[in-house]
């Protein structure tokens, strides 16, 4: 079985001819040797399928990432929604992970903040948790006067960055055209934490697919500050009338990485005791990483 986590290949990636002409050989024998090859997003799937029209239907398995019931058993669980606005303090919107200058830029919602904030002045901060060292924040909060109301903190662990997620009135999530065909690990994570999102996302891609039907997920083009603003308002209204995210927990228990693990072994199942098979019996599964 072949498990792409990500494409290999891409529009213009890998940047280098001669890498992308060694990934593409690379791709192509693992499917055609693999039984079964797996990938994490619907674009993916269809991407594949439409390279290698010679691969049988069968070859291709749909399994989405999903977030990992253990590190939530320890926090307060957030799907209830019932919460009180805090007292004394500012609502919290959060991003958790790194951000990139190309496909997760927050200089267009920090612009549109910078307007939010001056028509609800002292309510809402915003806190970026390990974004990473690509977007200069130092100068861009100094240029639109945002010191105050902007943190930007360093990686903690990953149990505390759940807890932190729980704890948060919003969270942000920045997902653009570059990363149409993917879908973060963070965006289940949020929507299991039971928080509103603010998901600043290409319409197109894979990440608002996997949103779209979920309640209380405000979305706006990552690149429009008049939608981001729009969006800030509308989860601003929602949070401050009392209304919060209800979710199923059966329909979130659905992206859990154990559900995931049951979608993964019927699929080795059906590897072993298909016809064809040179596995005499499951007694166990070898696995490579490429």
């Not at 903690?156 to 920045?174: I, K, N, P, S, T």
């Not at 990363?179 to 999102?197: C, D, H, L, S, T």
């Not at 154990?258 to 979608?263: D, S, V």
Request: hydrophobic share 40%; glycine share 8%; with cysteine.
């Amino acid at each position: 079985m072949a498990d792409f986590r990500d494409p290999m290949v891409q529009p213009g990636l890998p940047r280098s001819p001669v890498a992308q002409r060694s990934w593409r050989w690379i791709e192509a024998q693992a499917v055609r040797q693999a039984a079964r090859c797996c990938v994490t997003t619907p674009s993916t799937l269809e991407d594949m399928r439409s390279r290698y029209p010679q691969a049988p239907e069968s070859r291709w398995v749909l399994i989405e990432n999903g977030f990992d019931e253990g590190l939530f058993e320890s926090v307060r669980d957030g799907q209830s929604g019932e919460r009180s606005l805090p007292g004394g303090r500012p609502l919290t919107l959060l991003h958790s992970g790194i951000l990139y200058a190309e496909g997760r830029n927050p200089i267009p919602f920090l612009k549109a903040f910078r307007v939010f904030r001056d028509e609800a002045p002292g309510h809402v901060q915003v806190v970026f948790r390990a974004a990473g060292g690509e977007i200069d924040f130092a100068s861009v909060l100094e240029d639109l006067g945002l010191r105050d109301a902007v943190r930007v903190l360093p990686a903690m662990g990953y149990r505390e960055a759940v807890r932190e997620m729980v704890e948060a009135d919003g969270l942000l999530l920045f997902q653009g055209a570059r990363f149409n065909r993917q879908i973060p690990a963070k965006a289940y994570e949020y929507i299991r934490a039971g928080r509103p999102v603010v998901a600043l996302i290409d319409p197109e891609g894979d990440t608002m697919r996997m949103l779209r039907g979920w309640s209380y997920v405000y979305p706006a083009r990552i690149d429009s500050e008049e939608k981001i603003l729009a969006a800030l308002r509308r989860w601003f209204e929602d949070l401050v009338t009392g209304q919060r995210p209800v979710r199923p927990s059966s329909e979130v228990n659905r992206l859990s990485r154990r559900a995931r693990t049951e979608q993964l072994a019927a699929v080795f199942d059906d590897v072993t005791r298909g016809p064809g098979s040179r596995m005499q019996r499951p007694t166990g599964h070898r696995l490579h990483c490429y």
